[in-house]
């Protein structure tokens, strides 16, 4: 009898390491547990070009019609180390209740980072994921607006011991190209807001945006949600503002609904090849999900995933590289970059310590007609050991011409924005 209950615990035992033993793996490869630098020569021969007055930029954003570029910066590098509540770090809300992050504009080709100006705000405001879109009333590249992610920290006291708390949420700006400043329009906040990371804006008034996790703070709960692949606890909600007009609270004025439910460490949104096409990057999985909008007038906003890749890093904001120069299929070199840390498993250690070393790699993948996106042309574009650019959360390519274009890259870490020419 003894022997008969040995041999179903060892099946079971048994069957749980065949079932779990690939997600297992997987999260092993992905995190780069075993991953070692140097890790050859990719991106070593790189000229690369750091942008001035770009510090811990998590987010980055190529305004085709300006030909600008937009980013969101933390500015002062003190700040990121004791307060970012995407990696659990709410060490030092006083500091956060101080920190005055700003809206950057850079010059692609002189390579030059002009902060702009706020009007009608002066509060903290902790960065990270933004989402720029041109003002409809104007002709196009005239104007834009930004929606930026504000990680403030919770003004209800807590109790002595206890762990402070963020209560994040959305700003508003308004910018109009050429000028320095950028006026605030409003902020927005719900209770569906709850550990927001990116946005994704249709309308002024309708944008989206990724909760990472389900467990706040610093806790084992939230490792696990990390490297837990059937963890998928995180969510997209769409929010819909009535109207532009000024509100007396950032909670008032606005409706919002769960888009999409069900993801793994949901993170980074980038818009795709259409105007219905979402990007959204499941970060410690690895993966990237095409997915498509309702069509417009819908009476719902739910996201439906229609394609996924899958790569051996973690991967952050996506963004959609269109070849302006491309004649047909034969000579196409749009694609999407996939940026992310390469040595994730670390990241408990060094995202406190302002000397920590956090590698890098950047994928360009070109879609093909009829493929699904598993088997597309995949390969890396950038990588680093971390000497030349600490963690990478975006990256945006714009065109030099035929097969070359100008690589951007920054990191919710980085000490600067860097950029370097690469050949796709």
Known sequence: MRSAVYSIIAALLAYQFYALGPLIQRA????????????????????????????????????????????????????????????????????????????????????????LKFENFDGAFITHGIDVID??????????????????????????????????????????????????IRSVWHP???TPNDVYAT??????????????????????????????????????????????????????SVALAG????NGLGHGRTEDEILIAQAASGTLHIAQLPPKGSSNYNITILDTLEVDSVVDNPSYFKDPLATGPSDDRSGFLLPGISKAATLA??????????????????PSAGVKAQQWETRVIFEDDSSRIRSASAAVLISLGKSKARLFVTGFVSANVIALDADL
């Not at 000229?47 to 007055?53: K, L, N, Y």
């Open 28 to 115: 092993v490869t992905v995190l780069g547990v075993f991953r070692s630098y140097p890790a050859g020569d990719i991106g070593t021969t790189q000229q690369v070009t750091s942008i001035p007055d770009t510090t811990h930029c998590e987010d980055l954003h190529h305004h085709v019609p300006s030909g600008l570029l937009f980013t969101a910066c933390e500015d002062d590098p003190s700040t990121r180390f004791q307060w970012f509540p995407p990696l659990g770090n709410l060490d030092n809300p006083k500091l956060a209740a101080e920190s005055r992050g700003s809206i950057h504009v850079i010059d692609p080709k002189g390579l030059e980072s002009r902060r």
């Open 135 to 184: 003002d409809p009333e104007l002709p196009t590249g005239q104007a834009v607006y930004i929606f930026a992610i504000n990680h403030l920290p919770d003004p209800t006291p807590t109790a002595e011991g206890e762990e402070a708390k963020a209560r994040s949420q959305i700003e508003l700006f308004h910018h109009k190209i050429g000028t320095n400043t950028i006026r605030h």
């Open 192 to 194: 569906l807001i709850r």
């Open 203 to 256: 309308s002024p008034t309708s944008v989206y945006a990724t909760n990472d996790h389900y467990y706040t703070g610093h806790s084992i709960m939230r490792m696990l949600e990390d490297v837990y692949y059937g963890a998928k606890w995180t969510d997209t909600v769409h929010i819909k503002l009535d109207s532009l007009s000024p509100v007396k609270t950032s909670d008032a004025g606005l409706s919002a």
């Open 263 to 266: 993801v793994h460490n949901n």
């Open 349 to 366: 250690e060094t995202s406190r310590d302002p000397a920590g070393k956090d590698p890098v790699k950047v994928f360009y993948t070109k």
